[in-house]
């Protein structure tokens, strides 16, 4: 099987946008997949961590931006540590998010949260947990 790559994709404002935002040397990710070897939500993902790097790669965005996968990292920096190249993947996932909800593409409705879960959580971790899953709009 060919693989036709569109340089128009590759070069995308989305693609530099995770660079700027990771810092991430997001091309030297050779697929070895020892990221997603060591992720411990990597099973609940519908895309896992080296296939979201391959997708960054050829410039597929749009597909990660829609994945529930981005929203589950857990940012436990296993992949960056088990990573031979170095590349933090975790840093990866946050760009997606960030992207994602600067497009207001949010994850949870607040208003949908029962009383009874905001009474029992601390506010600490409310507001960590709306910072990442929310957008401002």
Known sequence: MKIVLNKERLNS?????IKDISLQKIMN????????AGCPVADYMDIVPNEMMRLVML?????????KAIWLCTSCFQCGTRC???IEVHRVFEALRSIALREGKNYTDIEKLPDEM??????QAII???????SLE
């Not at 410039?59 to 994945?67: A, F, M, P, T």
């Open 13 to 17: 404002a989305y693609v530099q946008t």
């Open 29 to 36: 990710c050779y697929q070895c997949g020892k990221c997603t």
């Open 59 to 67: 410039g597929e965005i749009e597909k990660l931006l829609s994945s």
């Open 84 to 86: 031979p190249k170095g």
């Open 118 to 123: 905001l009474d029992e959580m601390p506010q």
């Open 128 to 134: 960590a947990g709306f910072r990442k899953f929310e």
